[in-house]
Structures are given as C-alpha cells and as structure tokens.
C-alpha cells in the first residue's frame, strides 16, 4: 500500500495564478482531509469529506475549494492564489471521523506564493 | 473554546534522559486525544491516542502518555530518549465525533550527544 500520497511535493506560483494540490489514498478510507501547517501555528483544518460527494468547511477554509468525486482522491484547488496561502499543505485520510479515529497522513506539499 | 495547547515550543534532552512534553485540553466531557510526531520534511505519524479506559496509554516508539482529568492534561513521555527522536510533536484534541479536532501548536524536541 501506498498510503496517502501528495502531488506535487514543492510549487511556487505566483499571485492570482491557480493550481490543484492533489491527494490520493489506496486505504478505502471514507474520511479525508486537508491541512496547512505555518511557523508556530499547528495544523489547521481547511476542509475535510465524510465521504465521497461530501464535503464541509474545517477552520480556515476561505480561499479554497474541494471535491470529492471518488473514494480515492481529495483535491484542493486555489483558485486565485494569495501568498497568505504559502505554507505546508498535508493531506490526510481515516478509516472514520477525522475527529476521532488514526488519521494516516501524505508527505505534504510545500507551496510559495511570490 | 475548545483548545489544545502546548506551552513548550522547544525541548532539548540529552540522549538517554528521560522525555515530558506537555499538553492541556480545554474541553467538557472526555475528549479524544491524540499525539503525532513528524519527523524533518515528513508527514505526521500517530504515536497514541485516548478516549476512555486506563488513563496510562502506550504508544509506538516506546512512548506513553497519561491522561489526567483534574489537570486537564495528556502529557507525552519517554524514558530514554534516543537520538531518532528528534522532531515535532503535536498534540491534538476533540470533543466528539461531530467537533474539529484542534491540533496544538506542537514542541520541537532537540537531543544532545
């Protein structure tokens, strides 16, 4: 098993340019999830999926989007990219409520924004 | 509010000493409780986690954490630490299945020769 695995690892964009993190988990886990992770703040919730077709705000959600069209992946898209938004992104998956239960995280993405 | 935190932002220990990093909760009823541990440039890995029962939980790695509901707090430990334990640790908490789960800020833990 691969686990949960992030695309790509590094990105720089610039300012108002768009992109989609993706996220992929061969675990059959129906709760998955998205982080940033800044200097000195933790990780923060920014959306997470119940299952496929569902999904709900975490607690930094503005800036971002989310689908969940299938068990498996989890993108995020930036549509208009902000460098506020620079960071370490980490995708996460569980066998249930991220809440709860063992969330198995990827590798992260680190993204800049000039 | 609910929160998690972890007052010590750095750590540093000694190989071989033993290891504390504290962690308070601010919730109601027994929360879950969490710590991971992320190692430089990778992602997070459950060390061990609590909801009910024996408030002494075993991790992996040879850590355990001990729950006390008086003192709010889910302390992480170690007797003996080893040179590979040096990373971040986080604590995180919720109160049920339905809340966020709040991750803390997280301890760096530095290890001397």
């Known amino acids: 098993n691969a686990g949960v695995t992030q695309t790509p690892k590094f990105q720089v964009l610039k300012t108002g340019q768009s992109m989609t993190l993706q996220c992929a988990q061969d675990?059959?886990?129906?709760?998955m999830s998205w982080y940033r992770q800044d200097p000195g703040m933790g990780l923060r919730l920014i959306h997470y999926?119940?299952?496929?077709?569902?999904?709900d705000q975490g607690e930094v959600p503005n800036g971002y989007n989310v689908s969940r069209s299938t068990t498996e992946d989890f993108p995020l898209r930036l549509l208009s990219a902000a460098p506020s938004q620079t960071s370490v992104y980490f995708c996460?998956?569980?066998?249930?409520?991220?809440?709860?239960?063992?969330?198995?995280f990827g590798p992260g993405t680190r993204l800049t924004v000039l | 509010a609910q929160s998690v935190t972890q007052p010590d932002i750095h750590i540093t220990v000694s190989e071989g000493a033993s290891l504390e990093l504290r962690c308070n909760y601010s919730?109601?009823?027994?929360?879950?409780l969490f710590w991971y541990v992320q190692s430089p440039g990778q992602g997070l890995q459950l060390l061990l986690k609590?909801?009910?029962?024996?408030?002494l939980v075993q991790g992996i790695k040879g850590f355990e954490a001990e729950f006390k509901r008086s003192q709010s707090s889910f302390n992480l430990r170690k007797p003996s630490v080893h040179w590979s334990d040096a990373a971040e640790y986080f604590c995180?908490?919720?109160?049920?299945?339905?809340?966020?789960?709040?991750f803390g800020k997280g301890t760096r833990l530095h290890i001397l020769p």
């Open positions: 609590y909801f009910s029962g024996d408030t």
């Open positions: 919730y109601g009823a027994t929360p879950y």
């Open positions: 675990m059959n886990h129906e709760y």
């Open positions: 996460a998956s569980s066998y249930s409520s991220i809440s709860t239960d063992t969330q198995y």
């Open positions: 995180a908490g919720s109160g049920n299945r339905d809340d966020k789960i709040i």
């Open positions: 999926s119940v299952g496929a077709g569902i999904t």
